[in-house]
């Protein structure tokens, strides 16, 4: 591997790291409430915690907050379905 090669996988890795970092206030003032209510409104050491998932993985949230798939799905299961009542058609 030549330095040159090195020095442009170490610059792309700070621009993506730099990108995330540059996305961190939006996504814990906004971007979360499009993504899941339940993060949004979790406390500030949770919000730490998921910070560096948050930068690692930016490309794929703006992917699902730009798609709008909303909230995630609730759990479907045997329990769940017995504990709902039916609805009449």
Known sequence: MS????TLL???F???VAIGLLLLPWWHLAGLRRLD???A???WGFRVLISFGLIALWPW???RSRRDQGHPPAEHNAHR???QPESTP
């Open 3 to 6: 330095l040159e090669f090195a």
């Open 10 to 12: 170490v610059r792309v």
């Open 14 to 16: 700070y621009s993506y």
């Open 37 to 39: 209510i339940t993060a």
């Open 41 to 43: 409104t979790g406390p």
């Open 61 to 63: 949230l703006v992917i």
């Open 81 to 83: 379905d017995q504990t």
